[in-house]
């Protein structure tokens, strides 16, 4: 277990680290800190999602049995991840910290920053962004140790559909680095965003239904029985698991009607969602 959880220890940061400092020396490129540090996050967080889909894929299209067939990628790379998880929450933490600083709610350039300062940002980035610090925190404290221990080498399936969720998180990427550079009015965006809203909705919002109609063909149930088949816990899970994806899919349709919408009308804003 200790091995691929290394892995991921250095991997993560190591091409986050990588990314940016290729940014900000390139003689080409000589991007501000600021601009290299958001770039790479999403850079990393796109990585991810194709290793994870990549990964999810081959699970579940390995095992025949959803219930008893297993494949050595589903435990590897559930521990190859968790770095990345503790990894994402810093780092969306020095996202937060420079757009503050952008903004001028740092202090003077080159000058020492108030007292409190830093606890000032680190409050308004819990604010903001508390639903996805508590999703990742129960990633790695509820989800790993549950995937680990309490599934005891079944459902192996079941965890590469959800690791295929992933699917969704480099468009939604691209759509934040296209809106921090203006580009929210060009075809690209609108492209990516269609994208987006289409990925999310399949590879997450019905993703949920899915699993339990698999499971209820498996058992030879019709779907609307298998609730009623299964443990509570696993039902209880389950909704824990997609309402924040139902949230999310909300702000990322909000998003989609602001930027379809006829010109003239007020211009679009960003859809505040994440992987």
Same mark, same amino acid.
Request: proline share 6%; glycine share 8%.
């Given at each position: 277990?200790?091995? &691929?959880?290394?892995?991921?220890?250095? /991997?993560?940061?190591?091409?986050?680290? @990588?990314?940016? =400092?290729?940014?900000?020396?390139?003689?080409?490129?000589?991007?501000?800190?600021?601009?290299?540090?958001?770039?790479?996050?999403? @850079?990393?967080?796109?990585?991810?999602?194709?290793?994870? !889909?990549?990964?999810?894929?081959?699970?579940?299209?390995? +095992?025949?049995?959803?219930?008893?067939?297993?494949?050595?990628?589903?435990?590897?790379?559930?521990?190859? %991840?968790? &770095?990345?998880?503790?990894?994402?929450?810093?780092?969306?933490?020095?996202?937060?910290?420079?757009?503050?600083?952008?903004?001028?709610? #740092?202090?003077?350039?080159?000058? %020492?920053?108030?007292?409190?300062?830093?606890?000032?940002?680190?409050? #308004?980035?819990?604010?903001?962004?508390?639903?996805?610090?508590?999703?990742?925190? /129960?990633?790695?404290?509820?989800?790993?140790?549950?995937?680990?221990?309490?599934?005891?080498?079944?459902?192996?399936?079941?965890?590469?559909?959800?690791?295929?969720?992933? /699917? !969704?998180?480099?468009?939604?990427?691209?759509?934040?680095? @296209?809106?921090?550079?203006?580009?929210?009015?060009?075809?690209?965006?609108?492209? =990516? #965003?269609?994208?987006?809203?289409?990925?999310?909705? +399949? +590879?997450?919002?019905?993703?949920?239904?899915?699993?339990?109609?698999?499971?209820?063909?498996?058992?030879?149930?019709?779907?609307?029985? /298998?609730?009623?088949?299964?443990?509570?816990?696993? =039902?209880?899970?389950?909704?824990?698991?997609?309402?924040?994806?139902?949230?999310?899919?909300?702000?990322? +349709?909000?998003?989609?009607?602001?930027?379809?919408? &006829?010109? #003239?009308?007020?211009?679009?804003?960003?859809?505040?969602?994440?992987?």
């Amino acid at each position: 277990m200790l091995t &691929p959880m290394v892995a991921g220890g250095v /991997v993560f940061p190591g091409l986050f680290l @990588l990314s940016k =400092n290729t940014l900000q020396r390139l003689p080409q490129l000589r991007w501000e800190e600021a601009d290299a540090v958001i770039v790479s996050a999403r @850079l990393v967080s796109s990585v991810q999602a194709v290793m994870a !889909s990549t990964a999810g894929y081959i699970v579940s299209t390995s +095992c025949k049995h959803i219930i008893d067939d297993q494949h050595w990628l589903s435990s590897a790379y559930t521990q190859f %991840a968790v &770095p990345y998880f503790i990894y994402d929450i810093y780092a969306m933490f020095l996202c937060h910290w420079h757009k503050h600083q952008v903004k001028g709610h #740092g202090g003077d350039e080159g000058g %020492a920053r108030a007292p409190g300062s830093t606890w000032a940002v680190a409050r #308004g980035y819990l604010h903001k962004e508390f639903l996805m610090v508590l999703h990742h925190a /129960v990633m790695v404290l509820v989800c790993f140790p549950l995937s680990v221990v309490w599934r005891q080498g079944k459902g192996d399936f079941f965890l590469g559909c959800l690791l295929m969720a992933e /699917v !969704s998180t480099p468009f939604v990427c691209l759509g934040k680095i @296209l809106i921090q550079y203006k580009q929210q009015h060009t075809l690209l965006h609108k492209v =990516n #965003g269609a994208l987006m809203l289409l990925s999310f909705l +399949c +590879c997450r919002v019905l993703l949920f239904p899915y699993l339990y109609w698999a499971y209820g063909r498996h058992a030879g149930l019709p779907l609307l029985a /298998v609730p009623l088949a299964i443990p509570a816990h696993v =039902n209880l899970g389950a909704a824990l698991l997609l309402a924040p994806q139902l949230y999310w899919f909300f702000l990322i +349709c909000r998003g989609a009607c602001r930027l379809f919408r &006829p010109r #003239g009308s007020p211009p679009p804003s960003p859809c505040q969602t994440r992987d």
